[in-house]
């Protein structure tokens, strides 16, 4: 998993025609915490999280997590 940080500018709801989308903004709120940013070069990565997920034979699960 790979933890970013967004500098989301601009923010436009995405209930808007098509052609007014993108005119002026840097990203759309797409509704339930989602925003698509449309420029690449604000969305900076900060984190890379490694996590294997263990099954016993008891079917409970245990997560091993690493943070690099």
């Known amino acids: ?10 923010v436009r709801t995405a209930n808007v025609s098509a052609s007014d989308a993108t005119d002026g903004y840097e990203s759309l709120d797409m509704g339930d915490g989602e925003l698509v940013v449309l420029d690449s070069r604000a ?26």
């Open 43 to 68: 969305v900076l990565p900060c984190f890379l999280i490694i996590y294997n997920v263990k099954t016993t034979l008891q079917q409970s699960t245990t997560y091993d997590c690493h943070l690099r």
């Open 1 to 10: 998993m790979l933890v970013c940080r967004v500098i989301a500018g601009r």
